[in-house]
């Protein structure tokens, strides 16, 4: 069964840092470009960045670049999000998901961590 | 930037057939996925590529997308069903974009 499992969440003071991270089990991780997706408090779903499988490319939303850096370990099965800078407007659950295969859906999505900058 | 356009909520009976539609320009000429999300929970992949299902997703579950609506479709609505629902598309500018959810509510 494929499962992705997020840490690193918790509280921080605005401008701080925070890394995430995204274990992956029961896939074959590097085949997969992998993102993380945010939901502030209430609100709706905002995608925050890709990787492709490789690692090689990423991409980032308008609201993150040159904070926050994607990253993956395909050696370890694990993906990475690195936060700097935070603001309170970055407050929101995290989640990662792999992209379904050959398109840009979302498909498994890890149960999420919450990043709280207060 | 794209706009993904749907309605706050939706209401429906039991057994009846519930319809959420996302609005945006053009949005036929590009593919649609839908996510299910409940309370507390993380989002489920109910459709992608307008219309097809995930292993194991119910075939009440249906989308449909042309012109500047795409639409997911509900049959047979169950207690089980409400929940917020999302469309997403990726537009070559913006990338991944969302749309603001949709909540359905079972009467």
């Known amino acids: 069964e494929v499962q992705l499992l997020e840490s690193g969440g918790g509280l921080v003071q605005p401008g701080g840092s925070l890394r995430l991270s995204c274990a992956a089990y029961?896939?074959?991780?590097?085949?997969?470009?992998m993102s993380w997706v945010r939901q502030a408090p209430g609100e709706g779903l905002e995608w925050v960045s890709d990787?492709?499988?490789?690692?090689?490319?990423?991409y980032y939303a308008d609201s993150v670049k040159g904070r926050f850096t994607i990253s993956r370990d395909n050696s370890k099965n694990i993906l990475y999000l690195q936060m700097n800078s935070l603001r309170a407007d970055d407050t929101a659950v995290y989640y990662c998901a792999n992209l379904y295969f050959g398109t840009h859906a979302f498909d498994i999505w890890g149960q999420g961590t919450m990043v709280t900058v207060s | 930037s794209y706009v993904l356009t749907q309605p706050p909520s939706v209401s429906v009976a039991p057994g009846q057939t519930a319809r959420i539609t996302c609005g945006g320009n053009?949005?036929?000429?590009?593919?649609v996925h839908w996510y299910q999300q409940k309370p507390g929970q993380a989002p489920v992949l109910v459709v992608y590529d307008d219309s097809d299902r995930p292993p194991g997703l119910p075939e009440r579950l249906s989308g449909s997308n042309s012109g500047n609506t795409a639409t997911l479709s509900i049959n047979r609505v169950e207690a089980g069903d409400e929940a917020d629902y999302y469309c997403?598309?990726?537009?070559?500018?913006?990338?991944?974009?969302f749309g603001s959810g949709t909540k359905v509510t079972v009467l």
């Open positions: 997403q598309v990726w537009d070559v500018n913006d990338l991944h974009v």
């Open positions: 990787v492709s499988g490789s690692g090689d490319s990423t």
């Open positions: 053009n949005i036929g000429t590009k593919s």
């Open positions: 029961g896939m074959t991780f590097g085949s997969y470009a």
